[in-house]
Structures are given as C-alpha cells and as structure tokens.
T-cell receptor, first 111, second 112 residues
Framework: KNEVEQSPQNLTAQEGEFITINCSYS?????LHWLQQHPGGGIVSLFM???GKKKHGRLIATINIQEKHSSLHITASHPRDSAVYIC?????????????FGKGTKLTVNP | SAVISQKPSRDICQRGTSLTIQCQVD?????MFWYRQQPGQSLTLIAT?????????ESGFVIDKFPISRPNLTFSTLTVSNMSPEDSSIYLC?????????FGPGTRLTVT
C-alpha cells in the first residue's frame, strides 16, 4: 500500500463545476503539499499545509491531521485548470525533510 | 520564491551514452533533490544532494548510474550513465526554500 493515496485517479468535469480531489496518507508528516503539473511537465506548488485550511483564488485546500486526510477543492472550474494534481507529504527522515508523492489525479475540464 | 532552471529541457540519446543534466537555482540552498518521473507515473526521489558532502541515494539508485555533483549552493548536475530505453523519463530537480518546495521545469529524456 502506498504511503500517499489519491482519489480519484482521473476526473472529468464540465466548466463551472465544483471539483474535489482527496488525499490520504499513512505516515507521520510535518506538512503536506498540493502540486499542479501541466502537460509540459512543469510543477507548481499550490499550497503547503500543516493544519486547517488555505484559500487562493478559486482553490481551497484543507487538512485534517487526526484523520490523515487532505482535500483540494476547485470552485467554478475552468478548462485551464486541466492538469495533474499531486499530493505530496513532507516526512522528516534522518534529519532531513523529504517529499513522498501520491500518484496524482488527472483533471480534465471541458468547456 | 526560488527560480530554478534546468538544461537541457529535452534530449534524445542513444543507448549506452551518458547525459549530464544541469540545475541552477537563483538563491543559495543547502538541500537539492533529484527526481525521476517515468511515463504515466508520479515522481520518484533519486538522491539528495547537499553542498559539501556526498549525495545520498535512495534504494534502487546507485552513484555509478546517477553520479551527482554539487559544487556550490546554487548549482548541481545529475548524470544518467550508460543509458538504456528504461531511463526514458522526465528528470527534475527540486529545492526547499521559503517554506515550500520548488521544482525545476524538468528535462525530458528519450533513449533510443
């Protein structure tokens, strides 16, 4: 079993829909990243969370440390939101911090 | 925010040859990570490169295959040696900076 599980693996939505992507993890973490990867391969960090909730524009990320679960929400989705969204947890290991990645959720938003 | 550049952005290489990928950061950073992303897969950590010490490799990756240099706090190279088609991947460097992890644009390698 992977340390970081994302669902769904693939998601297709119509423009304007509310999107939720889920991430569960099984290890102790210091923080969690939500990343966005566009088809060209570049990765952008959307949020880093250690508790509670963060909002940036149409994106909202929440984390529940006790339940080891995080969600990424996109409101009023748009075709330009089409990308792979990756959940990555930050683990402290051997005195350094390392990222452990989920397999990603491929989001397609149709006009 | 740290801005990271990588060279080359992509390359097509012959089996048995080697390719060196460069990663340049616009800020001084202690730690730098090298990742591989095989087609359709998520990122896998190859090694951690700290300036002034030997790189630390993850299970399944060895120095002879993926030698790394880290001559200063803004630069690192990863060499993919004696390449085979299984090495076809995107290779990315990443640094923690300002409380976030930042990623280079990646090097798309195809081995024929």
């Amino acid at each position: 079993k992977n340390e970081v599980e994302q669902s769904p693996q693939n998601l297709t939505a119509q423009e304007g829909e509310f999107i939720t992507i889920n991430c569960s993890y099984s290890v102790g973490i210091s923080a969690l990243h939500w990343l966005q990867q566009h088809p060209g391969g570049g990765i952008v960090s959307l949020f880093m969370l250690s508790s509670g909730k963060k909002k940036h524009g149409r994106l909202i990320a929440t984390i529940n440390i006790q339940e080891k679960h995080s969600s990424l929400h996109i409101t009023a989705s748009h075709p330009r939101d089409s990308a792979v969204y990756i959940c990555a947890v930050i683990r402290s290991q051997g005195g350094s911090e390392k990222l452990v990645f989920g397999k990603g959720t491929k989001l397609t938003v149709n006009p | 925010s740290a801005v990271i550049s990588q060279k080359p952005s992509r390359d097509i290489c012959q089996r048995g040859t080697s390719l060196t990928i460069q990663c340049q950061v616009d800020s001084q950073v202690t730690m730098m990570f090298w990742y591989r992303q095989q087609p359709g897969q998520s990122l896998t950590l190859i090694a951690t490169a700290n300036q002034g010490s030997e790189a630390t490799y993850e299970s399944g990756f060895v120095i002879d295959k993926f030698p790394i240099s880290r001559p200063n706090l803004t630069f690192s190279t990863l060499t993919v040696s004696n390449m085979s088609p299984e090495d076809s991947s995107i290779y990315l460097c990443s640094v923690p900076y300002g409380g976030k992890f930042h990623f280079g644009p990646g090097t798309r390698l195809t081995v024929t």
